[in-house]
């Protein structure tokens, strides 16, 4: 399946997900334990439908890899509609969606970016060994790894910590064995397929690479992050004192 | 118009009922550990149930009250103290500009809640005035209290100075929502056929203890090891609070109110909300029996639930009207 194209450019097998609850607080839209790019564009066709329509009640949708997880209000939906089983009523809304959600009828809005990021020390933790195990020159990795663009495929973990695939194979590399306690926020990471930035300071095991000056998370900021579910990102490298004038971080 | 805090607590955080739909930016709910303790605490100084109030652990904080307010104190029992008197839970007080509010002893529970009428004066971010300590934003000054913090209150009451400590002659029955021989229900989830015979059997059958590394995020759940039949690595999906999960040692985690919005361990179920309060209450040390329970009782128990709240207050804002204190 191609991967890499901008926005929607190729139709992926349809998959009908299945729908189960999430106990007494919402269900989970589940298309199966598959990481594939055109189940990816279905759950954001899905979660896109789904927040246009303001469901009543509807407190949070979590779009994921592969899986959609609705939350709703139950007080709001006993109140408001006190003859029907709150997760049955809810699983009828959704159905009609997601029948609409066939892959010709997939229509997305996705984002392109281009981030900064600066591969050299002190920020490219890992880099040289990582470059080493793979028998690459650090230059060459970081060639490797600015070619491709890659799909934001779920946030999570931290506020704006955005999950990037696929990387190429030659590139992917475990996490490391024993967890940094300091991670400085804008470290680029690799964790098997994905790679990803840290929005925040946090302790973390992905292999660090590099750094990217900009600030993921702004709090005061609406929203409050930088990358969404469905955006494409593609690394190009900047110099030390590039990265010191464009530097975002408090502190640094 | 203002509370100065005099000692800080383990940890003393303001907090409502949650930041609701931000999950999807990676930003949880965060919110009161102890929701029916917030709202039973808010109705009974006549605010929405949902309006900010003082979560605190034990060891707990001291405030000095510098004018005068009306308070209530829910949740866990810390052996509040005013100038020497006990002081209920359940129950509006009054207090005077100068008064300090104590802690003598943990009792019972494991969070207590401050409410006060009008609630504090300080900016909601993303709907909620709840602290997210990841993020370190919301609530105040996005951390836990800190000696010298001293928090506005939006409500003033100058006809009130001088007036002294007054503790209303009614109270709160809430025991059978906390009773602690009643098992923690939960509506069995996505892997839950998945446990082998015998670890479905151990998870109902054994006192599961709520381990010392256990917080605002999650309650690490210590016993006879769980295992299923597949070990197959899961690709991160959206979570709830109340989720339990099982990561591949076999001890399970139960998330509560600051628990990360996606996570890939494989999930048995989640506690009913009905049982939330309940569990936060045990705390570390304690234990409990899981009971797995159909999806429309655990909807019918959290209606009663709501059910109770609402009757509650109505009676609360009738009393304060009454002034029965």
Redesign the interface.
């Known amino acids: 399946m191609p991967l890499g194209g901008r926005g929607v450019s190729f139709y992926p097998t349809f998959m009908p997900p299945h729908i189960?609850?999430?106990?007494?607080?919402?269900l989970?839209i589940?298309w199966g334990?598959?990481?594939d790019p055109g189940i990816a564009q279905q759950v954001q066709a899905c979660?896109q439908r789904l927040q246009a329509l303001q469901l009543p009640g509807v407190?949070?949708?979590?779009?994921?890899?592969?899986?959609?997880?609705l939350?709703f209000?139950?007080?709001y939906l006993?109140?408001n509609y006190p003859q029907e089983?709150?997760?049955a009523l809810v699983k009828s809304w959704v159905e009609p969606v997601l029948a609409a959600s066939s892959p010709h009828a997939l229509a997305t809005c996705s984002r392109n970016l281009d981030i900064p990021v600066c591969f050299e020390v002190p920020h490219a933790l890992d880099l040289a060994e990582l470059a080493t195990q793979k028998g690459l020159s650090p230059a060459a990795f970081i060639q490797q790894y600015c070619q491709t663009r890659y799909q934001v495929y779920?946030?999570?973990?931290?506020?704006?910590?955005a999950?990037l695939g696929t990387l190429d194979d030659l590139l992917a590399t475990p996490r490391k064995t024993t967890p940094r306690s300091a991670i400085p926020a804008g470290s680029v990471g690799i964790a098997g397929a994905q790679t990803g930035i840290y929005?925040?300071d946090s302790p973390g095991g992905w292999q660090i690479i590099g750094r990217c000056p900009w600030r993921l998370?702004t709090?005061a900021n609406d929203?409050?992050?930088r990358l969404?579910?469905g955006d494409w990102v593609q690394f190009y490298p900047i110099s030390s004192s590039e990265f010191m004038a464009q530097n975002e971080h408090p502190g640094t | 118009m203002s509370i100065l805090v005099l000692n800080k607590g383990l940890q003393t955080t303001v907090q409502d009922l949650g930041r609701s739909g931000y999950a999807h930016f990676g930003i949880n709910r965060a919110g009161a550990m102890d929701p029916l303790a917030l709202q039973v605490g808010n109705f009974l100084v006549g605010n929405p149930g949902g309006t900010v109030a003082l979560e605190m652990c034990f060891p707990a904080p001291a405030f000095m009250f510098l004018a005068p307010a009306l308070i209530a104190l829910s949740g866990a029992d810390f052996g509040a103290q005013i100038e020497g008197q006990n002081l209920p839970l359940h129950t509006p007080i009054w207090v005077d500009a100068g008064m300090e509010l104590h802690f003598r002893h943990k009792q019972a529970g494991q969070y207590a809640y401050l409410s006060i009428q009008g609630g504090l004066d300080i900016p909601p971010w993303l709907n909620s005035r709840s602290t997210n300590l990841k993020a370190q934003w919301g609530g105040w000054q996005g951390r836990a209290l800190l000696k010298g913090d001293v928090l506005p209150l939006a409500k003033s009451w100058p006809e009130r100075i001088g007036r002294g400590l007054v503790i209303a002659k009614y109270h709160t029955l809430l025991r059978d929502f906390y009773a602690s021989e009643t098992p923690i229900r939960f509506v069995p989830g996505q892997h839950y056929p998945q446990l082998l015979p015998e670890s479905r059997k151990a998870l109902h059958a054994q006192a599961w203890r709520i381990s010392n590394a256990s917080d605002r995020m999650g309650y690490r759940l210590d016993g006879e090891g769980l295992t299923l039949s597949s070990n197959e690595s899961l690709l991160s999906a959206g979570l709830t609070r109340g989720s339990i999960q099982l990561p591949p040692a076999g001890q399970p985690i139960v998330l509560m109110a600051d628990h990360q919005t996606t996570g890939g361990y494989p999930l048995l179920g989640q506690v009913i909300q009905a049982d939330w309060a309940r569990l936060a209450q045990l705390g570390p040390g304690r234990s409990f029996y899981l009971q797995a329970v159909e999806l429309a009782e655990a909807v019918s128990l959290y209606a009663e639930q709501g059910v109770f709240l609402r009757r509650l207050k109505a009676g609360c804002a009738l009393a304060l009207i009454g002034g029965e204190y």
Do not use: C, E, T
Request: charged share 15%; no cysteine.
């Open positions: 189960h609850p999430l106990g007494d607080q919402g989970l589940d334990n598959r990481l979660w407190l949070d949708l979590v779009p994921a890899y592969s899986s959609l997880a939350l209000d139950l007080d006993l109140k089983l709150p997760y779920m946030i999570g973990f931290l506020p704006g910590f999950y929005p925040l998370f709090p929203p409050p992050v969404q579910m």
